[in-house]
């Protein structure tokens, strides 16, 4: 039905590499006859937690065969995988949730702390089962979370390890990871992750509705979104289609925001928040090659979010201001 209108998904079929819809079950109950419309919009699924533990093996197979008859991967959480690992029980626990159909198995570093070399065994021990392993980076706890530095340096040992994608923690929404304590996003945290790792490596854990919603607008129908409840599934399809949601409307469109590359929206944001730099400064902070923060610079001043002048102070620098959303 008016198609014509819609915008054309670029993975539109599964298996997807972009686009990858993860949601969450919590044995919540649901229709079947409406899970069965809404299954080719789910890529994956997460049996929640110890949840695994509490039901029987033929309950939990039967669970997992049911997603996979819905062409839906079937993952266990990285909490059991991390107590798995704690009580010195991997090798049972990877051998069971193969016997039991689970596809992929999440491994995080919550409350341990796993070396390279450990992380390849790991790795290698799971694809020896054909399961894939899904590497979780961040903490939980808001009290420890991790730097940015040690935010790259895990996601690139994840992927130094082979894995495809890598899992960004959004534990409940807020204080966490990329989100501060009201559950909003920390754009320039997501711009310095996103100018050092493609963000198609990524699946943004965003158990929020206005995460979600931000997250499309951001990087379009291609993010791929993690730790989503099953009613919230045709919202974020209908949005990557280009039909707002209800929580569309609370994202601010009235403000002009940069465009261009993660690079160049972090560049803003920086500036944004000292109002002016020299380009010196902007290096500095921002850690990016100066071709780099150059190409961010001309960028920005084309769209007219900011004005280069000359420091009285050293008529050779440039100092780069803000302009003013009441100037726009």
């Given at each position: ?307 280069e002048k000359t420091n009285l102070d050293d008529i050779r620098k440039k100092i780069y201001h803000i302009v003013n959303d009441e100037w726009i």
């Open positions: 039905m008016l198609d014509h209108l819609s915008a054309p998904r670029i993975d539109w079929r599964k298996p997807r590499k972009e686009g990858i819809t993860y949601i969450v079950d919590k044995f919540q109950g649901f229709d079947s006859g409406n899970f069965k419309i809404i299954s080719p919009l789910i890529d994956m699924v997460k049996i929640y937690g110890a949840l695994p533990l509490l039901i029987s093996d033929d309950q939990l197979a039967n669970r997992i065969r049911f997603y996979h008859d819905h062409d839906i991967l079937v993952s266990v959480g990285s909490t059991l995988t991390e107590y798995a690992l704690l009580e010195k029980s991997f090798d049972t626990y990877i051998e069971d949730a193969h016997r039991l159909g689970f596809d992929i198995i999440e491994i995080g570093e919550n409350n341990i702390e796993l070396p390279t070399e450990k992380k390849k065994q790991i790795t290698d021990k799971l694809r020896s089962k054909n399961l894939v392993p899904l590497w979780k980076i961040g903490k939980k706890d808001p009290r420890r979370q991790l730097s940015f530095d040690q935010t790259i340096r895990k996601i690139h040992e994840a992927l130094n390890v082979g894995a495809e994608k890598i899992l960004l923690e959004g534990n409940l929404g807020y204080a966490v990871s990329i989100y501060d304590e009201k559950g909003n996003i920390k754009w320039n945290v997501v711009g310095a992750v996103t100018s050092k790792i493609s963000p198609n490596k990524i699946i943004f854990e965003a158990p929020l509705e206005i995460q979600q919603s931000a997250l499309i607008a951001e990087f379009g129908q291609r993010v791929n979104l993690g730790e989503i409840n099953i009613e919230n599934v045709v919202s974020i399809e209908s949005q990557r289609k280009g039909f707002l949601s209800r929580s569309s409307y609370g994202i601010s469109s009235m403000k002009k925001i940069a465009k261009g590359s993660p690079a160049t929206k972090f560049i803003y944001y920086v500036i944004k928040n000292r109002n002016s730099m020299e380009q010196s400064e902007i290096i500095h902070i921002t850690n990016l090659p100066r071709r780099t923060v150059q190409t961010g610079l001309e960028e920005l001043k084309e769209q007219g979010l900011i004005v």
